[in-house]
């Protein structure tokens, strides 16, 4: 196929996904008209080839992460998404497939998350790919749930399973572990989507608004963000390892390797929610995240300390993590 | 100096930076409240290291390239700035003593153009250096000034004057052209000073929303980027080379050689405003600019046709450019 150029690209791939306010992206900048008494939430992550993804991976499959680890965000944040403007840096060997495959990925991103492309920049870098994606979301005026205000006490929750992906991430690599053997090839398929689709919870947005004292969204590793979660003000944590959500794909590489406890707990890209919540409005959240088709279970509690959250098993031994267990900078 | 981490970073350097709803950065998002009756205007640009600055330029003139060129799309659409995200993919050989710097340049940005840091990201990339930026902006609802409503008739004006980056880029370069000789110090630095620096025309943005009938920032040369706004309508221009605004060191080096025009109508990086504006409207428009401090010049006329735009000089030679003459893609 023959490159366009940009404006060519723009036309053909990224106008059918502009929002009302975005005119064709024939424009410099779109407009946005925010809901009568709404803030907006405003959030940026960008992921590069190699780094957050691998290369090869499948390109809708990247732009459904770009998306994704954005709305994540906004989810955690309470915000419902409106828009996104996405800029790429595309290295010298782009190639117009690719380019389709990440706008088909885009598009099925946007259906499953809402919002619309309202813009972005297309550039060339001869280095590895760089996707930055700027996500925008609204909440009812004062209504974000922010991160830092969990207090001792309060019950910790976190939805759907944790771990998948960082266990989908080792399956996925050149050099698997010795455990993968264990897995099936249905559990290996599962796990590896949980690390190429991310899962944002947008659906848990309106309880955690209504109920969590604070969220955040776990793309490092709960133990890590755990410890981001509670940093610098004499809060600690104690998890009950028994009350992880595990998914049966994850359980079975652990019975497999009971080392892959600590890949679940540090490894990154869950994408799932980590809130604190009173202990008085616990009952009423898991309602409503049941409601919402959100599984969501209460795993420990904020504690009063200085010490790093702990981590303890079936046996009563207590692991303690790091902060910035994992980091993908 | 050592290393810090992300986190570290970002309490050093971007957290002085941070607006009122962005808690220090400490959140994974931030708010922004709207002002009654606005809409947002939202835009995204992005520029690399080799390719839209040189690598050794002094990084606060690259932070407050990477601002201004923004900027300057939302001053083009006649909005406000309000707050920006800025993505940092840093390649290996990343300083703190460079980012140090760039924090600074940041500062100097925020404070010349107005509106806060809002959050972003930061992320290892093994190529060029890419900086990513969100701008966003307000205008009252329904004012943001659109670029594809020119209609035939209208008038059409620059404002400041136009080539000097370009000028000043090829001077900045490894091999300077033949004709730099003639400039002395004072208009190098001049010129040099445009490329490196953006002056993006905030103070022009509420003429423009109460008198152009459409506009444009400057970015990839007058002459492709007016091409850029008449595509497709059966619109074409006629500009009179004799009108168009020229700093006296451009004036110089178009002296010297006068093929230095070609460089000064599609060389880029000006950002400066182009619009269009009814012939009845012209008197107040020029009128308010010139209140608000902002040269404006009127430099020809919208009309019918499907050429590119002419260009015409004193002895009534006309010139005119394909579209894209430019592009930093």
């Known amino acids: 196929m023959a490159r366009p150029d940009e404006d060519g690209l723009i036309a053909r791939y990224f106008a059918p996904l502009a929002g009302p306010g975005a005119d064709g992206l024939r424009d410099d900048a779109a407009t946005l008209t925010p ?10 992550d960008a992921i590069v080839a190699g780094v957050h993804y691998f290369p090869d991976d499948p390109p809708d499959s990247i732009a459904r992460k770009a998306l994704g680890v954005n709305v994540s965000d906004l989810a955690a944040k309470g915000a419902t998404p409106l828009g996104y403007l996405v ?16 706008a088909a990925g885009l598009r099925t991103g946007l259906s499953a998350f809402g919002g619309h492309l309202l813009g972005g920049d297309t550039v060339r870098a001869a280095g590895p790919m760089v996707i930055g994606v700027t996500a925008i979301g609204e909440v009812p005026r004062g209504g974000m749930v922010r991160r830092m205000t969990a207090r001792i006490g309060d019950r910790l ?16 690599g050149s050099s698997p572990p010795a455990w993968a053997g264990a897995l099936g090839g249905a559990d290996r398929d599962a796990l590896i989507d949980r690390y190429w689709h991310p899962r944002p919870r947008i659906a848990l ?13 776990i793309s490092d590793g709960l133990a890590g963000d755990l410890a981001k979660m509670l940093k610098g003000e004499g809060r600690s944590a104690e998890i009950d390892l028994q009350a992880l959500p595990l998914s049966g794909a994850a359980g079975r590489a652990l019975t497999a390797a009971p080392g892959v406890m600590t890949t679940l707990l540090t490894g990154g890209d869950d994408y799932e929610i980590l809130c604190a919540v009173a202990p008085e409005s616990l009952d009423a959240l898991l309602a409503e995240a049941a409601m919402a088709g959100v599984p969501l279970a209460c795993i420990g509690t904020v504690t009063a300390g200085t ?23």
Chains 1, 2 share one sequence.
């Open 35 to 44: 809901g009568a008494g709404c803030d907006l939430v405003l959030t940026a």
């Open 307 to 329: 010490e790093a959250p702990s981590f303890r098993d079936a046996s009563g031994q207590v692991q303690r993590f790091g902060a910035g267990s994992f980091s993908h900078f």
């Open 205 to 217: 947005a309106p309880a955690l608004r209504r109920h969590a004292r604070a969220a955040m969204d």
């Open 157 to 172: 929750c976190v939805s759907g399973t944790i771990g998948d992906a960082a266990v989908g991430l080792h399956l996925r």
């Open 87 to 102: 800029t790429l840096a595309l290295p010298d060997d782009w190639t117009e497939e690719w380019l389709a495959g990440f």
